[in-house]
């Protein structure tokens, strides 16, 4: 079984961007959760999908966003960047939710300049 | 807010064993994680503990104290390829039935010849 893709693997962009990051989960799971990793504040919880609905979401800006499509693909938005932005963004997939063990994806780099 | 405290780094000897501890202090519990990070790559699971007590699993065992807000990772006979970040993660009730999973900053672990 294929694991969890992300695309793009490394993005740089420059402060007041946009950018759109996309992540297909394991054939079968229907949870995709995001998360942003930095070395200051480690890995936190942006938010979580479950058959295109958004069901929890962690404390950031309105600037984060998200969607999940019929087939379980999910893509997470931030617009205008700002340099605080750079992260290594982890999407990570379960059948039910990530009350279970989570699959991560390798992650996106971004570089916000 | 959460808090959730695991020691920075560690180092230890091929092997070894090396107990890294996590403490946590969060509104409600539903379940700790344990995860490996290795640098570059996506967090793995290791062990999920939701009841007091130790669970083990190979080389690896996970152990909980509820009461304490407690944890630990144990990993026995180290080998160089268990150098890496390991990730304590806690789930608390939330708004919804999943609640909230908040991780800790990691440790990292270096493990010498």
């Known amino acids: 079984k294929a694991g969890v893709t992300q695309t793009p693997r490394y993005l740089i962009k420059t402060r007041g961007q946009q950018v759109t990051l996309s992540c297909s989960p394991i054939s079968g799971h229907r949870s995709v959760s995001w998360y942003q990793q930095t070395p200051g504040q480690g890995l936190q919880f942006l938010f979580e999908?479950?058959?295109?609905?958004?069901?929890n979401k962690g404390n950031f800006p309105g600037r984060f966003s998200g969607r999940q499509f019929s087939n379980s693909r999910s893509e997470m938005n931030v617009s205008t960047l700002e340099l605080g932005d750079s992260a290594l963004y982890l999407c990570?997939?379960?059948?039910?939710?990530?009350?279970?063990?989570?699959?991560f994806g390798p992650g996106t780099r971004l570089l916000v300049l | 807010g959460q808090n959730i405290d695991q020691p920075t780094e560690m180092t230890a000897t091929e092997g070894a064993i090396v107990q890294i501890n996590c403490t946590y202090q969060t509104s409600g519990f539903n379940g700790l994680f344990w995860y490996q990070q290795h640098a570059g790559e996506a967090p793995t699971f290791l062990s999920y503990?939701?009841?007091?007590g130790l669970e083990e699993k190979g080389r690896f065992s996970s152990f909980l104290s509820r009461s304490k807000g407690y944890s630990y990772l144990l990993l026995k006979e180290l080998q160089m390829k268990d150098s890496a970040s390991y990730l304590c993660?806690?789930?608390?009730?939330?708004?919804?039935?999943?609640?909230?999973?908040?991780f800790g900053r990691g440790t990292q672990l270096t493990v010498w010849p």
């Open positions: 990570a997939s379960s059948f039910q939710g990530y009350q279970e063990t989570q699959y």
């Open positions: 503990n939701v009841l007091d």
């Open positions: 999908y479950f058959s295109e609905t958004q069901r």
């Open positions: 993660a806690v789930l608390t009730p939330g708004g919804s039935t999943l609640g909230r999973l908040y």
